[in-house]
């Protein structure tokens, strides 16, 4: 980590390194990080982790969250000054203070499930206390005081409590969703998570319509709520006029009242189902006495049917102590290929995981032992996280009607991220053979970069969303199989010139994809079945957002209710919220939630997409065609972007677009100083890359290995 080795492999970007070589997220690579530096600080701690200290094994998570708390705590006292001599007790020293909280943490980790130890940590971070304190670093409970004051310890990003948020909508207001959150990041220069989009997304709410928004609506259609009729892209947004239509709904309404009663209204349609369930688990963690019944297994039973994986797993052990005996020494490179390999083990072993928790909930032992999910299992009795093992069965269960993609990815030759994309685009009926083996062969030698981006663009025509800038893709060479249809069945990997044209971005394209999104959800209330958008998110960004879409909701359903349902309204062209809303309001039925949460969508793509707004550059015909996004192998920056020439302008390179690619400023140094990229050929489609080092370079040409 702190000698940045992915550059030396090519990478600008620890995200991008982590994604494409491990499978892994770069949160995943530096909380790896954080827990080797806890271990190395604790020696405790890690033999709390092996078991080694005689009790029951610590898990990952639950040792770095403990080793977090006790070493930040230690660091923001070193600055403090001593108590008084007076006041500092004889019989203890600071690092008797310190193992003495250590030793209660491992022990409360140990029989508390990993979401409790999660929340008692963030509540310890959080804490302010004061000199004299008797708490310090230590959990709830009459322990010993410390001699020490215990500083506030601000929370890391991530840290704070999270609750899941579900919302029923037609498929194409999904598709919507996602546009606008590509859009914010396009706009963002970086790959901002799903938290900030929707921050920036109640911040456009919350300013009300903007005056570069007034258009056809005047003043006089102002007080007639049959002229609110809105144009495409030229009136005022929706939200606005639902806001001065809701009845003095102002903007610090949308996190007021309604903040609290969103979560839990009526129908199903949009609430929180996280609590409930974490009401359920605590209540079943309290009958069964913490699980402290259930043992620790030391064989298996002969007509258990497992076996077979066990002893799979034990061969993966074996190779893992060979490869442990060596580990963490040499440069870069062979750190990196250290890494790699036990990653590759690590998958191994949690193949087999999911092989054995789906056998699990095949047989319905979640309530024969007291669990109520397969991720209360996973954070109550094996201490990791819950998406991790619900990930490993989903693909687990998914993998049983895909006979070539579950081989390859028993063989390891299937990336896990790169396996769900697949298995995702494919969705859940049957695929015929032909279609499963070209996803296999795409899986295999494709970025996850490039997967993501055909399923976006394949998932935009199967709705028949605008593809204006899919034009393109007839005049390009057809390397693979035609495009998909909408309705012709399973679709097949995109050709090389298809995927390049599904990249570019014109001004005003993703407001086109949403406002299309709208009408096409309004044209298929009946025929198309709805969806669940599901979101983890911080609990007050949550309530936020089911203000804003309920407030929006709720201004809406009035405006449409204000005119009579045997008159013609609106009279001319409205966005698809107004239109929306008016066709559940003629049928005398309740507007739902996703209305609400549609003209969220318009008012943020009217703002931002606006083509009169963007600036006008030297480079903007090549960013266009590369999608503002930097077009190294595996690399999705979208700040700081240069314009690189193919063919050096020193050495007779031409100014024309072939010779031209758009490239962040790290990838753009690497090129030219460090040595570890270099391209040669035309733009788009034939470049070809060589990412790292000469001597364990990898190729690529339209982000496929070659």
Known sequence: MAARGWRACGAARLEDHARERYSRTGRWVRQLAELGQALERFPRLARALTGEDGGAPLGAESARLVGRLLARWESQ??????PPAAERPAEKSRADHREDALELWIARARQTPLRVLRGEVRAALAASTQ?????????????????????????????EPRCLIEIRMPPAVSA???????????????????AEALEALLAEALSGPAAAHAGDAGPAAADDPRADHLGWCSGSSALGIARRRSGGAEPED??????????????????????????????LDRAAGRRGHLPVATDVHPDAGLDDVLRRAESSLAEYRLLAAGAGQGGPLLLDDQLARLVALEDALMRRLGEIVLEFSRRGAWTTLGFASVGHYAESRLGLPATV????VLVARRLASRPQLRAAYERGQLAFDALLVVLRTLGRGPVPDDVEHSWLDRAREATVKRLRDEARALARRALDLPAEADAGAEAGPQDGPPPHAAGSGPPLPLADAAWAASLRREPGLARRRVLQAGLLAIRQLESSPDVFLRLRLPEALADDLLAAIETARRGLSRMA???PWTEPWPPGPALPSVLAARTFSVRARRVPSWVGLLALLEDAAIAWDDPRALPRRPGDAVYRRDGFRCTAPGCTARATLQDHHVVFRSRGGGNHAENRVALCVAHHAALHERGSLAVSGRAPLGLTWRLGPPGTARRYRCERRI
């Open 77 to 82: 006292l070193v600055d403090l000054p001593p």
């Open 131 to 159: 000199i004299g304190d008797t708490t310090g670093p230590f959990p709830a409970g009459p322990f010993p005081a410390g001699p020490f004051p215990a500083p506030r310890l601000d929370a890391e990003p991530g840290d």
């Open 176 to 194: 919507a969703f996602e546009e606008v959150v590509d859009l914010y990041r396009a706009l963002a220069g970086r790959n901002g998570s799903l």
């Open 254 to 283: 949308l996190t007021g009242a309604a903040r609290g009663r969103c979560r839990a209204r009526a129908g199903g349609a949009l609430h929180s189902p996280g609590a409930q369930r974490a009401a359920r688990e605590a209540r």
């Open 389 to 392: 093992l619900e990930d490993r």
């Open 561 to 563: 209710d204000a005119v």
